[in-house]
């Protein structure tokens, strides 16, 4: 049985609507995803918004992602590694989503420094940042489920032993753990949310290095075969990206999440095979989609780093946040195919 919501005695009244009008907010990773997904959010809210990114070739950093509040929103093209940058971005600051990072598993293993440089020490100098120059900002940062591993039971919770399988996973559970130590120990109030596979429009489509989802999305699209690893019996938890900013925002304005870790995720899990199908049925509806699907053998170099099945216990956040996830799978598929068939042009080039 799921327990109710344990925020307020009125789950009903545990909301954002209002508490953002007038309010500044910093996005770092602004353009990306996620990141400029929230910012639409925001500017509906009626908050002033801006936006840091590096726009780092292949990181996922796209000015075409916040065309809707263009002329809405700042823009600041600058490296959350520039210590003297944060130093001055941060101050004024109401909000931090701290959603910047090396998000590829595959590169964060050919490419160990630099994952290190923006997951770990970029993290601890807008911590600092925050320290010395806004002691009173509220700090959203974005975890990731990638900290656990290959599960030793399902679904995974937060109590959940920490065993990271690559690079990207050490180094975002350090960055997680700055938050938590930098809001328990100098106050700076700060959370973090472990982020599962999420999707939705604003992907980065250009490779396949940021997960299977997007590449996925763009081989059905293409009319392309869609090759599975394994068995295509793998199961995960997937959130459709308004289902993640709604949980962003939630934990930005209530106080009661401040120092603690919540897991997103979603029921029932579906499998790898089961989502390329409901995918090819969908792409189909748009014309598109006829290039199947095919099981292959693993290889070595994401057999090494493939957890298996896993999916989340979120009853922290449901019960704390009031947070559930509230769109099925065949309808985020159908609005994220939907906005690359319009916008193709604008994700699919290769630089």
């Given at each position: 049985m799921k327990k109710a919501c344990q925020a307020v005695k009125d789950p009903e009244s545990m909301t954002y609507e209002g508490k953002f009008a007038g309010k500044k907010a910093l996005i770092t990773g602004g353009l990306g995803f996620i990141g400029s997904n929230l910012a639409i959010r925001l500017v509906g809210q009626g908050a002033d918004v801006l936006l840091v990114d590096s726009l780092i070739p292949d990181y996922g950093g796209n000015l075409f992602n916040i065309k809707p509040i263009e002329d809405k929103v700042r823009v600041n093209i600058a490296d959350v590694r520039d210590v003297n940058g944060m130093n001055y971005l941060v101050r004024g600051q109401d909000y931090l989503f701290n959603l910047a990072g090396q998000v590829s598993h595959i590169d964060s293993m050919q490419d160990p420094y630099t994952d290190l440089e923006i997951n770990c020490r970029a993290q601890l100098s807008i911590l600092e940042a925050c320290r010395h120059n806004n002691p009173d900002i509220k700090v959203v940062f974005a975890g990731t489920r990638q900290v656990y591993g290959a599960p030793e039971y399902l679904p995974v919770d937060e109590k959940h032993l920490l065993r990271p399988v690559d690079v990207n996973g050490i180094n975002k559970m350090a960055g997680e753990w700055y938050h938590i130590l930098y809001n328990n120990i100098y106050g700076i109030r700060a959370l973090s949310l472990?982020?599962?596979?999420?999707?939705?429009?604003?992907?980065?489509?250009?490779?396949?290095?940021?997960?299977?989802i997007a590449w996925f999305i763009r081989l059905a699209i293409d009319n392309q075969e869609i090759q599975i690893f394994g068995d295509g019996k793998q199961l995960r938890d997937m959130n459709y990206v308004d289902d993640a900013v709604e949980a962003l925002l939630l934990a930005a304005v209530y106080e009661?999440?401040?120092?603690?870790?919540?897991?997103?995720g979603n029921?029932?899990?579906?499998?790898?095979?089961?989502?390329?199908?409901?995918?090819l049925e969908v792409c189909q509806e748009f014309g598109a989609g006829r290039g199947g699907y095919r099981l292959i053998p693993f290889p070595p170099d994401k057999k090494r780093i493939d957890i298996g099945d896993y999916y989340a216990d979120y009853s922290r956040i449901r019960q704390t946040l009031c947070w559930e996830p509230k769109v099925p799978l065949r309808e985020g598929l159908r609005r994220t195919v939907a906005y690359y068939i319009e916008h193709r042009d604008r994700y699919w080039q290769s630089s």
């Open positions: 472990r982020l599962t596979n999420t999707y939705g429009p604003r992907l980065l489509m250009k490779h396949s290095r940021q997960g299977f009661g999440a401040n120092g603690r870790i919540f897991n997103l029921t029932p899990p579906v499998s790898l095979l089961g989502f390329v199908q409901v995918l």
